[in-house]
Structures are given as C-alpha cells and as structure tokens.
C-alpha cells in the first residue's frame, strides 16, 4: 500500500477526469494521497476534496511562495480556521522560491514566517518548498529548532543541504526527478537518506517520472519513485511503500 504524500488534484488538468485518476490510484494501491494548497483558492478545494474522499485523501492547507504578494492578515485566520479541521494535517505548501520570484522576496520570507508561526501555534508539520533559495530558508527554520517538524518537498539539493535539513529534524520528501536518467547525484543523495525520513510524493501533475515523462503526472505514477528507492536501499517494493507510508502517516499523525 504506498501513500503518495503531495498531490495537487485539485488542478486545472484534472477537471474532466479526476474521480478516474483517483480510481487507477487505489487500483495501484495507492491507498492514500495529501492534497496540499497552494493559495487560499487551492486550500479551499483541496478541504473540498479531504471530505469527498474521507481516508483516502487528507489537506495540507497554506499559500505557495508564488502567491506570497497576494497573503492578508484575513487569510492567516482563515488558515488557522482549517487547521482545526481532522480532514486537515499540515500547513503547506509554504517556503521560498527564487528562481522565479513572482513574489518579492521580502515577502515571501515575511509570509513564510508567519505560517511557520501558525504550524507552531496549531501543532502541525509543514510542507516546505525551496527552490534556489537554500539559506535563506535554512536560516528561517532554524529560527525553530526544536518546534517545528515536517517535509522538505520535492528535494533535489546536495548531501550537505540534506544533512542540514535532517538536523533541523524535518524529512525529504522525493519524487519523479529521482528516475531522471541525469540524476545520479541526487540517487547518491537519496541512498544515504535514513529510511525513517524518507517520503515519496508525486506533485502531480508535475513532475511526471520515467516511464511516463511527457505525460500528465498522477498518484499512481508514485510507485515508480517507491521502485527507484527500494533499489537504492536494496529492499524489495512492498518494503519501501510500506515504510514510506509509515514514515508519511508517523509525521501526519494519519490514523
């Protein structure tokens, strides 16, 4: 049974056909998916979808260093409205991204901070995005140690940033980049992960894996991550969806 632990199904590209991709997912024992939010909008449909689905699919709720310019303080309270829900496990999609800046950066730091805040105060792991902005994110985590836990989404960073984001406690989450036939590094990295911190995740529908790249990316394409890394830690596939699951539903409080 393999839990896919970042989905965007409430995406544009999945209006016409959503409950089928859902259906192949449980008939690939994908048995459980996190939608997380992006935006207040997203946030909004990916609660929607946690209530269609009950067990099946969960909520992570928060706004995307994207749409940072567009966070108000209303929007905080609302967040923090959700997160009172059991459908609901995480704040994110949250963190910094700077290699396309439609935010300012300021901004999205100020925005960051404040739902790190809000993941403390409601007792809730994050879900971090970072892209070419390592420090400056490592920085802000840092600045809870030891009151924060979590997933470093999509990770794609070298053994120093990963050692680095497991000393800060948090887990790594991979995903189709890791069968790209130009990521040895990035296996090398996954490889020396320790099991225990270890999720899969599609971020469908981004991010398609090898076979299927060029493609629409779904749930059930999330086996192919769960193949790459039961050969990088020599253990069967059952193996690996069972422990990345584990690990996923230990962090999420999943019961």
Known sequence: MFLDSHVHLDDVRFAEDREQVIQRAL???VTTMINVGADMK???????????????????????PHDAKSATENDY??????????EVLAVGEI????H????PREVQRTVFEQQLKLAVATDKPVIIHMREATQDTLNLLQQFTGRLRGVMHCFSGSWETACAVLDLGLH?????PLTFANAAKLREVAGKVPSDRILIETDCPYLTPVPYRGKRNEPAYVREVAAVLAELKKVDLEEIASLTANNARDLFSII
């Open 172 to 176: 790594l989450g991979f995903d189709g």
């Open 100 to 103: 396309y800046d439609l935010s």
């Open 77 to 86: 309270s609302e967040l923090e409205g959700y997160l009172a829900q059991p």
């Open 27 to 29: 008939d690939a024992d």
């Open 95 to 98: 963190g910094l991204d700077y």
């Open 42 to 64: 997203s946030t909004r449909e990916s609660l929607r979808l946690a209530k269609g689905y009950p067990g099946i699919i969960y909520a992570a709720v928060g706004i995307h």
